[in-house]
């Protein structure tokens, strides 16, 4: 079983920076592949950025240039770093990890609780 916990979340200006941190607990022995969803009012949850252990990365059009997805594979922990952020970036940013390799942003088997994002204008 695998326990995921982000942290991070809060409340900053349009412009500003955010790092979202997620821990994961339990086995993750061959826990390839790892991701950030976010899921904003009234609207449905979308891949925004996943991560593999090889170190390739892919990310949504609407954050590319703006967030960095890194790992810390010693510390087993997920990193999300939010730069120049914008209102329509504001969501609940959930964690989320599959054995094996990344297809796209499905097949999360594992979902942390999320943590709150607001940007304001």
């Known amino acids: 079983q695998v326990q995921l916990v982000e942290s991070g979340g809060g409340s900053v200006q349009a412009g500003g920076s955010l790092r979202l941190s997620c821990a994961a607990f339990?086995?993750?022995?061959?826990?390839?592949?790892m991701g950030w969803f976010r899921q904003a009012p009234g609207k449905e949850r979308e891949g925004v950025a996943t991560?593999?252990?090889?170190?390739?990365?892919s990310y949504s059009d609407s954050v590319k240039g703006r967030f960095t997805i890194s790992q810390d594979n010693a510390k087993d922990t997920l990193y999300l770093q939010m730069n120049s952020l914008k209102p329509e970036d504001t969501a609940m940013y959930y964690c989320?990890?599959?054995?094996?390799?990344?297809?796209?942003?499905?097949?999360?088997?594992?979902w942390g609780k999320g943590t709150l994002v607001t940007i304001s204008s």
């Open positions: 339990g086995y993750t022995y061959n826990m390839y592949c």
């Open positions: 989320a990890a599959r054995y094996g390799y990344c297809d796209g942003y499905n097949g999360m088997a594992y």
């Open positions: 991560t593999n252990k090889r170190g390739s990365t």
